[in-house]
């Protein structure tokens, strides 16, 4: 299973199509990354509500009206234009890392399957990085009213795809979310990037995943 951003393709292709955007609304993107960090702050104390999609914009509607003071309706309108409609659409320049379509098509060869689990809303992205047709699943951490690395975002998924902890790989360039998160909960976890000691293994080319990920005789049923 594999993480979106960063991960299929490089984070700086999207922060350079996305400039404009910061430079007409900078008070609302630097809020934003101040409300997703405190979500994930919340999200692991005992008396965190959100269960689904809805109630998690809801609440991070609030924390932004809170912290731009603004009302929470004008800031659920930003919020839904900015990060949910227009920021997607950047996709449709933004090609994948070399190899990604060849390193998947070759692990989906062998017979295992392949999804993608992101924070954001990930199918419109995937289309346009023209992946949709080798990814069979994608999921959304947020459905679940949270996100990465709580464990109800790796959980659903497992839920949803039947499968055991054990038996999935989960694939992403973040240490806290895509490495600690999944392992927490018994993923087996790599990593695109430096080496780290906490994933099963480290990679900068896609081919050397697809190569580890098919010379491991007990290798898991999706990645």
Known sequence: MFDVDGTLYPALSLYMRCIDIFFAHPRIVTEFAVVRKKLRSLQMEHDYTPQNGEDLHSLQAS?????????????????????????????????????????????????????????????????????????????????????????????????????????????????????????RVGMRAARRGRRFHGADFSFSQWRQLADWVLADGDGPQWT
Not at 96 to 117: C, D, F, H, N, Q
């Open 63 to 183: 924390l932004m009206a809170r912290g731009l003071g603004i009302d929470q309706a004008r800031a659920r309108e930003l919020m839904e234009q900015i990060f949910y409609l227009e920021l997607p659409k950047r996709f449709a320049s933004i090609r994948p890392y070399p190899e990604v379509r060849t390193a998947i098509e070759k692990i989906r060869g062998s017979g295992m399957r392949v999804a993608a689990l992101s924070d954001l809303p990930p199918q419109e992205k995937i289309a346009a990085l023209g992946l949709s047709d080798i990814l069979e699943s994608s999921f959304c951490a947020e459905d679940a009213g949270v996100l990465k690395p709580h464990p109800r975002a790796f959980g659903g998924v497992a839920e949803a795809l039947d499968t055991d902890f054990p038996e999935i790989l989960y694939v992403g360039n973040n240490t806290a979310y895509d490495i600690d998160g999944p392992k």
